[in-house]
């Protein structure tokens, strides 16, 4: 299992990082740059089990160094229409007209108000809606259960 470190720099330009599994995201090959002013060989997409993005980049003249960065669903979707894969953008980002795809059993929580704002600013930060953010926080919360029991005991 490979853990890859990234990047995520944001319009304030705080710099932020993370790991993220190759094993378990779903990879896009993308076309070689043919901009001879690219600094850029080649790019790959990843979509992480979180449903983050992660641009892989190959540098020009070095290519045993890589850059990757988590980038916004927008930068996503036009990555993969640039890549030629027009129906994974399409199934990822284009809602069809009859109303929001179920992602799984309904459940109803309350929330302290201060927690929903710090919940509302990270799904804000991260370009998602508010139950998107508490999806992926679950998936977090589940994934480290372990350390949860431990925390809680």
């Given at each position: 299992?490979?853990?890859i470190?990234?990047?995520?720099?944001d319009?304030a330009?705080f710099t932020t990082g993370?790991?993220f599994?190759?094993d378990t995201?779903?990879?896009?090959?993308?076309?070689?740059?043919?901009?001879e002013?690219s600094p850029?060989l080649?790019?790959?997409?990843?979509c992480?089990?979180?449903?983050?993005?992660i641009?892989?980049?190959?540098?020009a003249?070095?290519?045993?160094?890589?850059?990757?960065e988590?980038?916004?669903?927008?930068?996503?979707?036009?990555w993969?229409?640039?890549?030629?894969?027009?129906?994974?953008?399409k199934?990822?980002f284009?809602?069809?007209?009859g109303?929001r795809?179920s992602?799984?059993d309904?459940?109803e929580?309350?929330?302290?108000?201060?927690?929903?704002?710090r919940?509302?600013?990270m799904?804000?930060?991260?370009g998602?809606?508010?139950p998107?953010?508490?999806?992926r926080?679950?998936?977090?919360?589940?994934?480290?259960?372990?350390?949860l029991a431990?925390?809680?005991?």
């Open positions: 299992m490979a853990r470190a990234y990047s995520h720099t319009g330009g993370g790991l599994e190759t995201a779903e990879k896009f090959g993308g076309l070689d740059v043919e901009d002013y850029f080649s790019e790959e997409l990843y992480t089990d979180l449903g983050y993005w641009l892989n980049r190959v540098r003249g070095n290519p045993d160094t890589s850059t990757y988590k980038i916004s669903d927008e930068l996503a979707r036009q993969l229409l640039d890549n030629e894969y027009p129906e994974e953008a199934r990822r284009d809602r069809s007209k109303g795809p992602k799984g309904k459940v929580a309350r929330v302290p108000a201060k927690t929903l704002s919940i509302d600013d799904a804000a930060a991260a998602v809606d508010r998107e953010m508490i999806r926080l679950l998936v977090v919360a589940v994934g480290m259960e372990r350390a431990a925390a809680l005991d």
